[in-house]
């Protein structure tokens, strides 16, 4: 268990790193991902009102039922896509991606070239 609890301290610290210079606003909200095991969540956020605009996620049952017996990482690009989606229904083209202190590959890319694929500029 330690060898875990030093990998989420480091995720932690990585991420207080990265959003020391992210904030999301009105016009470019932020696009924050986060991953569990099994799991994949993105939503975007202003940060300047503290309110989450549009979000997604692998437990909704729209992408559960389509995901099957199919990859993690094709679920997250689902994920991508679907968000990208909501957010341009609303208004948002341009988002500031937030990796959450994850690194950048796997699943966490896949969101991003889900997001990418359906419209949204990083």
């Keep these: ?9 480091a995720r932690l610290k990585r991420k207080k790193r990265i959003r020391k210079r992210l904030s999301g606003t009105q016009e470019r ?13 993105a939503q975007m ?8 605009l549009v ?3 692998s437990t909704e049952k729209v992408v559960a039922e389509q995901a099957g017996g199919e990859k993690k990482t094709s679920t997250a690009n689902r994920v991508g896509k679907i968000i990208a989606a909501r957010a341009i229904d609303k ?14 590959h796997g699943r966490i890319k896949a969101v991003s070239d889900g997001a990418r694929e359906a419209g949204l500029d990083f």
Aim: glycine content about 6%; hydrophobic content about 35%; some cysteine.
């Design 55 to 57: 979000s997604a996620s």
């Design 29 to 41: 909200p932020r696009l924050c991902v986060f991953r569990s095991a099994k799991q994949i969540y």
């Design 91 to 104: 208004g948002y083209k341009k988002v500031v991606f937030d990796r959450n202190g994850f690194l950048y």
């Design 1 to 9: 268990m330690a060898s875990q609890d030093i990998k989420v301290q």
């Design 45 to 52: 956020i202003d940060d300047v009102s503290g309110n989450t």
